[in-house]
């Protein structure tokens, strides 16, 4: 299911003439090719992103490959992961044009950390022949990293045909923005009445194209509309921008707003312009409506009662905040740690040294190296530093007995008493229980997520940003109710919950990699998908040589995520929003 943010600052969709490509590559090699939005392995590992960036690819001189009309260029953005290149969006192909401005915006999730290597290809598009199917098709490439798009703001470069040869005169220009956490986007929905006619045959095709006024005087194509056959009355389709991308989030920059008569040539005809702000459209509000005329500068000079080419009128604006993890935070919002150890007799008897349990005055076992890790990260944003501490899989005193659920599951029995202080609370907890019970089986998680899960859903009733809950399960084995565990999963994934599952020791872990929805949508045997990817499983054993940052950046990274995703989804604000701002008025939610 989608979510309300999804895709609102990827915002130009391609009208019949800036058509989308089909799916292909070809230039500089053969890219894998993975859904839209999906994250590169080597993300997962990474700590939670820094910043999305929006790019915006112009290109001048570029090589024309047609015998009658000029090349129709559209632009594939790639990305290296493990050595290979992966293509991650495209633009919409504009047509006859060797000087395109793509009204496509890209958006890259940033992280510091690391290098990311992006790749841009031009080609000529030939509609439904494809991209990249023929090597006359490819007008050149640019390779360059995130970091240096975001540390120049502006990157112009030229284009490189196979081999190092220069792609003629052919330049690609790459201009980035970072999408701030103050940042929303805005939902628009134009109309225009009795624009001039063009045509001498029909009536005009006219679209509507924005542009930004920057602070040096240039412009940046924020968004093109359709084209509408026919209409000198057109309405145009809603459409959605950032507010980064409208007006670098000032309400009084000035906004350029230009209709036109498409030709199938790209020899548009100008019909008029008006000029505006987002402070002037957000009158537009509610009932009301704002109306600009559209005018020809020629026509206003030559022709003495000449009014206006048309009225462009603003039927509707919608501002939509999008909070980001620390506004959440920042807000108030606590993050309560539950963990959940397995006491199953595979773990093998606490008083060997073999077992995964034994307690090593010298060396904590990887059941304490994982919770530490984990817990202590998370314990900082937890005021009270109360955690609740279950176990699962044992017989308890006095009689030893395992707690039966529904045909005799194992239920999740309590390591000490819930909510010791801080997380060595919880380590004394663990190592004081160890010798008073029996480890059993079997390896039942699905009433531990449960328990949790109802905690979350009584949450979830205050309607308020308030509390969000991380469950850390520690096993050494495969799960034995896996149908239980992926419906309680299911369940799970509509509560402020995330669910990170380390597996302990040296067992297969294969079919653990089910619940983790990085390969695929989690289903309930019903076959219901999850809301969210809210489960992230690793192996401790990859990080047994690693720092024990290493393990928490891994199992954390899509926390941050996972929070704003479900706060979005349930239209939850912050609780205690920042400190107004001068333009505070933009972060307004509707």
Known sequence: MPFPWENTVVVPECHPSLEAPEK????????????????????????AVLAKVELRVSCKHLLDRDTLNKSDPCVLLLMQCQGQWTEVDRSEVIKSNLNPVFAKIFTVDYYFEEVQKLRFEVYDSHGHAGVGTHDDD???????????????????????????????KSTITVISEEISGNNGYVELAFRAKKLDDKD??????????????????????????????????????PFKVSLNSLCSCEEQRKLRCVVWDYDSRGKHDFIGEFFTTFEEMQKAMGENKVQWDCLNPKYKLKKRNYKNSGVVVLLDLKIHRVYS???????????????????TASNGDPRNSCSLHYINPYQPNEYLKALVAVGEICQDYDSDKKFSALGFGARIPPKYEVRGGPGG???????????????????????????????YGPTNVAPIISKVARVAADEERTKEASQYFILLI????????????????????YLPMSIIIVGVGNADFTDMQILDGDDGVLRSPKGEPVLRDIVQFVPFREFKNASPTALAKCVLAEVPKQVVEYYSYKAFPPRCPQAETPDSSLGSPQ
């Open 474 to 493: 520690l096993t050494d084995g495969v799960v034995t109710d896996m149908a239980d565990t992926r419906e309680a999963i299911v369940r799970a994934s």
């Open 325 to 343: 993890f620390l506004d959440y935070i920042m807000g108030g919002c606590q993050i309560h740690f539950t963990v959940a150890i397995d006491f």
């Open 138 to 168: 490819f007008l050149g490439g640019m390779e360059c990293t995130v970091g240096q798009i975001v540390a120049q703001k502006r990157v112009t470069k030229p284009l490189f045909l196979k081999y190092g040869k220069f792609a003629g």
């Open 24 to 47: 292909r590559v070809g230039g500089f090699g053969q890219p894998r090719q993975l859904p839209r939005g999906h994250v590169p392995p080597g993300a997962q590992a990474s700590l």
């Open 409 to 439: 599951r194992a239920a999740p029995a309590s390591v000490r008493r819930p909510r010791p202080a801080g997380i060595q609370g919880v380590v004394e907890s663990y190592q004081s229980c160890l010798p008073k019970i029996q480890l």
């Open 200 to 237: 001498l045959f029909s009536k005009s095709d006219p679209f509507l194209e924005i542009y930004r006024i920057d602070d040096d005087g240039s412009e940046q194509l924020v968004y093109r509309t359709e084209v509408v056959k026919n209409n000198l009355s057109p309405v145009w389709e």
